[in-house]
C-alpha cells in the first residue's frame, strides 16, 4: 500500500485549506480511512477517521473546523480544515486502516509521507 499526501502550504491563521490523499496497491472501500499529524518535538496525534460506512469520528481539537471525506472510487480521502489556528501546525498523515471492516483510533497499519501545514498567527 502507498499512500500520497498533498495540499500542504503556509496558511494564516482563519484560512482553510484541503488536503487530499490518494491510495494505491489495492482498493480500500471495505476499510477505515484516517488523518494523523505530528508537530515538531510532538507524538503523532490522530485527527480525523472514516469508516467504510461513512460513520466521522474526530478529535476534540479539531471537531467543529475539520471534516473527513473519502471517494472510494478514487481510493482517496480528504480533510478540508476550516478556521485553523496555529496549534494545527504539523505535518499531515493519512493512513489505511489495518484490516477491513474494523476500526478503532489505533487500528491504522499503513500510512503515506506527511504534507507539511503551517498556519502563522
Known amino acids: 500500500v502507498q499512500l500520497q499526501a498533498s495540499g500542504g502550504g503556509l496558511v494564516q491563521a482563519g484560512d482553510s485549506l484541503t488536503l487530499s490523499c490518494v491510495a494505491s496497491?489495492?482498493?480500500?472501500?471495505?476499510?477505515?480511512m484516517g488523518w494523523f499529524r505530528q508537530a515538531p518535538g510532538e507524538e503523532r496525534e490522530f485527527v480525523a477517521g472514516?469508516?467504510?460506512?461513512?460513520?466521522?469520528d474526530y478529535a476534540d481539537s479539531v471537531r467543529g473546523r475539520f471534516t473527513i471525506s473519502r471517494d472510494n472510487a478514487k481510493n482517496s480521502v480528504y480533510l478540508q480544515m476550516n478556521n485553523l489556528k496555529p496549534e494545527d501546525t504539523a505535518s499531515y498523515y493519512c493512513?489505511?486502516?489495518?484490516?477491513?471492516?474494523?476500526?478503532?483510533?489505533?487500528?491504522?497499519?499503513?500510512w503515506g509521507q506527511g504534507t507539511l501545514v503551517t498556519v502563522s498567527s
Open positions: 496497491g489495492g482498493t480500500f472501500r471495505n476499510y477505515a
Open positions: 472514516m469508516t467504510w460506512t461513512g460513520t466521522r
Open positions: 493512513a489505511v486502516g489495518r484490516q477491513e471492516y474494523y476500526y478503532t483510533r489505533d487500528a491504522f497499519g499503513s
